[in-house]
Each structure stands twice: as C-alpha cells, then as structure tokens.
C-alpha cells in the first residue's frame, strides 16, 4: 500500500465570481431601495434602519462567500438581503408590485431561519431544526398568501372575497404559529450554543448570540398582534427589524476572533519550537486555535498511519467524521497527517506553513509511534502463535480420544469378555491383562488432560477449576466464579496456571489447605491461588510457572507471586479480555 | 423378566462389544442409536428399561440427551459412559438426570446391574 500523498489534501476552491463584485452592487441595491420607499412614503427612521440591515447584511454576505466553509451561508445572507426590501412594494400603488410585497413581504425571515440553524454547515442541524425552517416558510409566505384572499385593497390581486375580519383572524394565526416558531428557534440555538466546541465554537458563537437577542423583539411584537394591539405592534415593527443586524454582526465579529486567535503562519516555527509546555499535539492545537486537533504518524514499513499509541488509524473513519486530513511532510516523504476542524481549511497559508514546517519537529514522536506501532505487531502475533499452538494441542487431544484410547477400550472390553468361561488360571491371567491396561488407559487420560482438557473444552472454566480440584488430593476451597465462557486462550491459560499452581502446592508447599479464586474484574478475569504452606516458592518450582507467565504475557496479561518463607504462597494473575 | 437396555455411541465397535458383555450378562440390548437424535426415537420405539449412553455425542452433549429422555411418563433409566473418567465431567454428573457413570473400560453386565438395582 503506498501512503496517500500530498495530492490528496483537500482543495476545494473553485474558480467563480468574486465575492468583492457583491459589495458595491449590494450596497448600492440597497441605497436605491431606500431611496425609492422614502419617495414613496416610508419613515425616516424605518428607512435608516432598513439600510443599516440591509448593509451589514451585505458586508457579512461578502466575507462569508469569499470562505469555502460558509459558501451556503453567504448565499442565504444574499438572499435575505435581497428579499429585505420587499415588504416595501406595498407602499406602491401599482397592483403587481403591491400583492408580490404583501405575499413574499416576510419571506427574509425564512431565510434568516435557514442561515441560523443550519450555520456553519449550510444544513439545518438536526430533523426538528429541518421543521423549523420548512415551517417559517409556510408561516411567512404560505399564510400571507392565504391571507391576501380576503385582504380587501384595491390593489390586491388575488383578493376572493373581501372580509377584514378573516384577514385579521388569519393574522392572528400567523402570529400564533410564528411566537411557536420562535420559541422552538430559540431553544435550538440554545442548545446548540452550549454543545459548540473548539474553532467552531469561536466562529459561531457570536452569530448565535445575535440570533438570541434578537428573538425576544419578534416575540413579544408577534404577542402584541395576537393581543391586537395593533399600536404596539407597530410600534416594535422597527425595533423586530433592527434587532436582526446582531445576526450579520455577530458573524463578522466570529470570524474575526476566529482569525485573531489564531497565530500568523511566519511565527508558527517559533511557536512550535518554543512553544511552552506539553506533546507536539499540544503545541500545535494551541498554535492553531484547534483543541481537537489529531497528529497521526507515518509508518514506513507498513505505508500507513497510526496514533501516537500506536494502533493503526482508518480513513474512512475520519471521513465519515466529517474532520479535515493535512498531510505533514518532512524531507520530502510524508510523516504525520493532522486531522483538525475543517474551519481551518479557511487559512490555506496557515495549513501550508504547517505541512512544510511541523515535519521537522515530528520526527522523534512519529519514530516513537511506529516503534509502539511494531511493538502491538509483535505482541499480536505472539497472540497469534499462542492460538495456534492451542488449536494444535485440542486436535492432538481428539486424535488421542477417538484413536488409541476407543482402541484400548475395547481391547479392555474384549479381556473381560475373555474371562467369562476361561480356567481359572486363564482367567487370572486376563484380569492381569485388564489392569495393566487400565493402568495405562489412566496415564493416557492423565496426558490428553496435560495436552487440552476435554472438561475445559466443553464445560468451560468453572466445571475445569472444580475437575482439578477434585484430583487434588489436599481440600481446596473455590472461591467465585468466571460466568459466562470466556475466549479459549483465556480458559486456557486460567486453567493451565490453576493446574500447575495446585500440582505444585501438591508437590513443594507441604501445605494442609487451599483457595482458588477466580472472578471478572471490569476489564478482565483474575486468579488467585493461595495455600498455607512453606511459602518461599521461586521460578526453581519447575519449568511450568516460567512458560505460564509466557502464555499470559501473550495475552497482555500479569503474573505475580508472593511467597514468604513460612506464610504461604499467593499467586495473583490478571488475564484482560473483553467481557 | 431380563432388564432391556438402548446402547447409544457413535463407536459401533464399542456398541458391539458393549452389547457382548451385557448379554452375557443375561440384559437384553432392545435397540443401539449412533447419535442423540436417533437415541431419542430408539427410547420411544423401544421403550428400555436401561439407556447406556456415551458422554460425547457427535451432535449432542450427552448430558443434554440424558435430560430429554427422561422427559416421558415412564422414562428410562439412564447411565452415562465415557472414554474419560469421572473427573474430567466436573459437576455435570451430579447435575444431571442420569442415575450414574462407568468408565467404558471397566464396562461390566455386574457394574450396569448394581447401577440399576440401587
């Protein structure tokens, strides 16, 4: 496999129309709106405020199109600022311009529904924030529609039938669907303020800031209209729209403390070199204002990356994470690769300084992820071979079950079946015959027991503790219990160390009594064989505890023995397994 | 009357010297079965008295099938027999519903009937 290469960084500009051409058309939009609902009647102060919006609408719609990551932002800010004005159209008295701004008067607020709670993604958060959205459509257009039906005005086009009572009722309704709107808008902006974290905590949190302040004003005007005091209704029209500019001011303001925390490019090197306390990961996070940030190394003789544990780390996964992969050079051959908040992409300079420059502060922790790399390789294979060793013991033991012993037994069978009507002497001798075979019968059970015991196999651990116990001829007393079966290899290796420990007891310990414990802890089973014997137990007990403690280190597992002279013996074993 | 007996091993060598030693010893071996399954319709068809019946089944434990065929009214009695001895079955004999174990090697009509007759 080779490793990715630099190719693979994500670069996802495009050529298109610069976002600066917006500025000057935008601003200008507005002016002649302005200039064109004074002309027609509108408040001086309705007119200053509806600019003062509009421009900050504009400016934010600017800086948000000129960013890859809030593209769909700057196309809804774009939106609201062009459908601003069309409430507007109802000051004219030609009947077209009239009804579109009576109908779609309200639909800027749908659009500033959608741009908060899908920011900065450009998707609305989650399926009830999709609800949210879809119904301020239906609450701004849809019922202004309906509502238009009965609307008696001379200019209205879609007029049915006449009736102010209706229109008000509709009125009504619309403010009661949007005060619900509201509230659910707040909360969801609440929530998501308190979940944010890291960059897109700082580039957010402003903007939905804005968002909540601006929410009480809507609230309690859509209140007076369902009160039908209309004069105060009125009266807070111009303070609900002025209210809105902390949504574009509060995205400016995000973005530029998002920039300001972090450092320039040209002093990067120096940060990472000087850079105070902790790992590399932990100067880089905070060089690049990303406490999520992940360095992942290099390893050379496998062409892949691994984590500073060093396990293996998957791509997919960190696609499907939706994070952002920077591939880090050194010397020309790839040697780390960050994964970090895709917000950062905004700052090509930024990732470029780092991809050229970490490499050559990496180099010591990525030789020692891929020494840990290989050292969990080695420890996986040992596992490996443990495994097949075991698997080529069990076959051994089923051979010796179902060849030499059923022929024994039947021969055994036979010289019984010999004796029946025999002589005396015949008879003697047949019954010799049978003992000696029964004799060795045992020794070959005693053996396929030492090679892979049959009661472990099919009982589990448990009934194989208690089938030792019962063969050892000093009381011992079971303590707990394994549950559930566990994988062989830990069966195995519980089993083995009870054997070998209860055989030495037996044979070295001149012990009167014993404990075998055997219980699951959180993240593993543990063994405990005590006796009150001589104590002073070492490796020179035999050869067994040496290739036991090899068996459990196999399995990443601890051994550990206690034996004072004249105390007895502890013998204290951890096996981890996923339970 | 003799004391009939249902052989169950998936060894036929050992069915056949088994049923040898038993009936000479005056039992009368109604019916042999190779596996649980087949054991299972062999007690209903036959109706023993006795079932010897291996520990090690190839489709079965035979502790299992000791538990389900003394499920019926007038259920058999049952006595488990093994190449490996009694302790290497831990606690499952005791278990389980079956009156006793021989080791296959000391297999005897006068084991068998001192099983029965307790």
């Known amino acids: 496999m080779s490793a990715p290469t630099l190719d693979a960084v994500p670069l996802r500009r495009r050529e298109r129309v610069d976002p600066l051409l917006l500025l000057p058309v935008g601003a200008a939009g507005a002016l002649f709106a302005t200039w064109w609902s004074l ?98 459509y239906v609450a701004t257009v849809g019922l202004s529609f309906v509502r238009a ?41 609440l929530a998501r303020l308190l979940r944010l974290r890291g960059v897109g905590r700082r580039v957010a949190m402003p903007m939905l800031v804005g968002a909540l302040l601006a929410t009480p004003v809507t609230l309690v005007r859509l209140v007076a209209v369902i009160q039908g005091n209309d004069g105060l209704s009125d009266r807070l029209e111009a303070v609900d729209r002025f209210a809105t500019i902390f949504i574009p001011l509060g995205f400016i303001v995000g973005l530029g403390w998002s920039r300001l925390r972090r450092v320039h490019a040209s002093t990067l090197v120096v940060e990472l070199r000087d850079g105070g306390a902790g ?64 917000a950062l992409l905004d700052e090509p300079d930024l990732v470029a300084s780092v991809r050229e420059t970490a490499g050559l502060f990496l180099e010591n922790e990525r030789l020692a992820a891929e020494i840990r790399a290989q050292l969990a390789e080695v420890q996986a294979s040992r596992a490996r071979i443990v495994a097949a060793a075991d698997e080529e013991r069990r076959r051994l033991e089923r051979d010796l079950h179902d060849g030499a012993q059923q022929h024994l037994v039947g021969l055994s069978l036979k010289l019984a079946l010999a004796q029946i009507g025999a002589d005396p002497a015949a008879a003697d001798a047949f019954a ?7 004799r060795a019968l045992a020794e070959l059970r005693e053996f396929a027991r030492g090679v892979h015991p049959s009661v472990l196999r099919e009982e589990g651990l448990d009934a194989g503790v208690e089938a030792l116990v019962r063969r050892t001829p000093i009381p011992v007393e079971i303590v707990g219990s394994a549950g559930e079966r566990l994988p062989d290899a830990v069966e ?35 063994v405990v064989i005590t006796d009150d014997g001589v104590g002073g137990a070492n490796a020179g007990w035999g050869t067994g505890l040496s290739g036991l403690s090899d068996r459990l280190a196999a399995l990443e597992g601890s ?5 004072p002279p004249g105390s007895g013996t502890t013998l204290t074993a951890r096996i981890p397994c996923a339970s | 009357m ?38 299972l319709r062999a007690a209903e068809a036959s109706r023993p008295d006795v079932v010897l019946l291996d520990v090690q089944l190839p489709d079965a434990n035979g502790f299992d099938v000791a538990d389900a065929l003394v499920a019926p009214v007038e259920p058999p009695l049952v006595v488990m027999t093994s190449t490996r001895d009694l302790s290497d079955l831990g606690s499952r004999l005791e278990r389980s519903s079956a009156r006793g174990f021989i080791p296959k090697s000391r297999l005897s009509g006068a084991a068998l009937e001192e099983l029965v007759r307790r």
Not at chain 1, 158 to 182: K, M, N, P, W
Not at chain 1, 559 to 563: G, I, K
Request: charged share 15%; aromatic share 8%; proline share 3%.
């Open chain 1, 39 to 136: 002309s027609a009647g509108k408040s001086d102060i309705s007119a200053a405020v509806d600019l003062a919006v509009a421009w900050a609408f504009v400016a934010a719609a600017c800086l948000a199109l000129s960013k890859v990551t809030f593209r769909s932002s700057g196309i809804l800010m774009t939106a609201v600022a062009a459908s601003w004005f069309v409430t507007d159209l109802q000051l004219s008295t030609v009947s077209v311009l009239w009804t579109v701004g009576f109908v779609f008067g309200e639909l800027y607020l749908a659009f500033l529904v959608q741009l908060v709670v899908g920011f900065p993604e450009g998707r609305p958060w989650s399926p009830v924030a999709r609800i949210v959205v879809a119904s301020t």
């Open chain 1, 149 to 189: 039906l009965f609307y008696p005005s001379a200019h209205n086009l879609l007029l049915v039938r006449a009736s102010e009572q209706r229109a008000d009722t509709i009125d009504q309704i619309s403010a009661v669907f949007g005060a619900a709107i509201a509230i659910a808008f707040a909360v969801l902006v």
């Open chain 1, 279 to 342: 790992t590399m990961r932990d100067r880089l996070s905070r060089a690049l204002g990303d406490p999520s940030l992940e360095i992942h190394f290099y390893v050379e003789h496998s062409g892949g990356y691994v984590d500073s544990a060093g396990h293996p780390v998957e791509l997919a996964n960190i696609e499907r994470a939706g994070r952002a992969v920077t591939h880090v050079v050194a010397q020309g051959s790839p040697a780390a690769m960050l994964v970090h908040d895709p």
């Open chain 1, 432 to 438: 010799n015959a049978q003992g000696d075979l029964e």
């Open chain 1, 492 to 526: 195995l290796a519980a089993y083995f160390l009870v054997s070998e420990s209860l055989a030495n007891i037996v044979k070295h310990a001149r012990a009167t009594h014993a404990t075998v414990s055997v219980s699951r802890a959180y993240d593993g089973l543990v």
């Open chain 1, 559 to 563: 051994l550990e023995v206690v034996s």
């Open chain 2, 2 to 39: 003799s004391i009939r007996v249902l052989i169950v091993d998936d060894h036929a060598g050992f069915r056949a010297l088994a049923r040898e030693v038993l009936e000479r010893h005056g039992f009368d071996v109604v019916a042999e079965a190779a596996d649980g399954a087949s054991a």
